[in-house]
């Protein structure tokens, strides 16, 4: 229900955006975030969003990363500038439906805390 797209092979330094659709409007109603995980890593929380966009972000990422939601088209967004090799990841898209008065916070990384999940897309920086 998730569908993740924009990953890629860039060069050091190059942006990309991510982005992930949505399929069904179930999504309208979910706390949102950007999860990543290397080979041989732990999946990492790196960006996360509530229902009325407030975000938060890992430290690690905190002036690269930008996460946005358009609630339109029910997609989530993925902004990264300024890549490092260290980056390179699968990136994946997350959800879980939540009351409108949620707030992000800590647990909003946890990636125990999302009931959906993308299939991933591949972000390679050399």
């Known amino acids: 229900q998730l569908v993740e797209s924009g990953g890629g092979s860039v060069q050091a330094g190059g942006s990309l955006r991510l982005s992930c659709a949505a399929r069904t409007g179930t999504f309208r109603s979910a706390c949102m975030a950007w999860f990543r995980q290397a080979p041989g890593k732990e999946r990492e929380g790196v960006a996360a969003?509530?229902?009325?966009?407030?975000?938060l972000y890992a430290d690690s990422v905190k002036g690269q990363f930008t996460i946005s939601k358009d609630n339109d088209k029910i997609t989530l967004h993925l902004q990264i500038n300024g890549l490092k090799p260290e980056d390179t990841a699968m990136y994946f898209c997350?959800?879980?439906?939540?009351?409108?008065?949620?707030?992000?916070?800590?647990?909003?990384?946890?990636?125990?805390?999302?009931?959906?999940w993308g299939q991933g897309t591949q972000v390679t920086v050399s």
């Open positions: 997350a959800a879980y439906v939540c009351p409108w008065y949620a707030v992000v916070g800590g647990s909003s990384l946890d990636p125990s805390r999302y009931t959906y």
């Open positions: 969003i509530d229902r009325v966009g407030r975000t």
